[in-house]
């Protein structure tokens, strides 16, 4: 009797811990950190955007352990010379998940990283749809006051000739690939 409860823990064990990190481990290899969506999107918040496409953050102003660092490889990305053809084709939006801020301190962030950059204020009302529309996580970080848990995905958004938005990828993976992300927008501006 003793055998089959220790042999059954022991199946127990195997289940909860090793199986789901066998799992992960097979499948991060063949993770390439970006999903392709393609889907319309309703995002008033980029519309005054001009570039044909945009690659849109969401972070809060004063995030140091998220938002820093890819802000800070971002701007890696567009003062790099392999980075330099699509500049005027495409724009970064800093979207803040914060709304206690004002509303000029999201744009004062982002242009902190680049001058290209463009940081956007929403208020709480439009913040509530953002997780359905897109999929993004935020909630207040209980440990922390004045601190966001959020989830880190940079999102690929292209313009349609009507003016339509079109949610085309996420990417997941840390640190960027530039060259996937220039190949991408490459690929996406030869589709005129």
Excluded: W
Excluded at 76 to 100: A, C, H, R, V
Aim: include cysteine; hydrophobic fraction near 40%; proline fraction near 6%.
């Amino acid at each position: 009797m003793n055998k089959k409860i220790i042999l059954g823990t022991l199946f127990f064990i195997l289940l909860i811990f090793i199986l789901p990190l066998g799992h992960s481990l097979l499948f991060a290899a063949h993770s390439t950190g970006k999903i392709e969506i393609n889907q319309k999107i309703n995002a008033p918040y980029l519309q005054s955007s001009q570039q044909e496409l945009m690659l849109v953050f969401f972070g809060y102003v004063g995030c140091v352990k998220v938002c820093t660092p890819i802000l800070h490889q971002l701007d890696d990305l567009y003062d790099s010379n392999s980075f330099e053809p699509y500049k005027s084709s495409i724009g970064f939006n800093f979207i803040n998940l914060m709304p206690e801020l004002e509303p000029l301190q999201p744009d004062i962030f982002a242009k902190s990283f680049n001058p290209q950059f463009r940081g956007v204020y929403l208020p709480q009302k439009e913040l509530m749809n953002i997780d359905r529309e897109l999929g993004v996580f935020f909630s207040k970080n209980l440990t922390a006051p004045g601190e966001i848990d959020h989830s880190d995905n940079l999102y690929l958004v292209k313009r349609e000739k009507n003016g339509t938005l079109v949610l085309k990828s996420i990417y997941t993976m840390h640190p960027l690939n530039h060259d996937m992300l220039i190949h991408d927008i490459s690929e996406l501006l030869k589709e005129k």
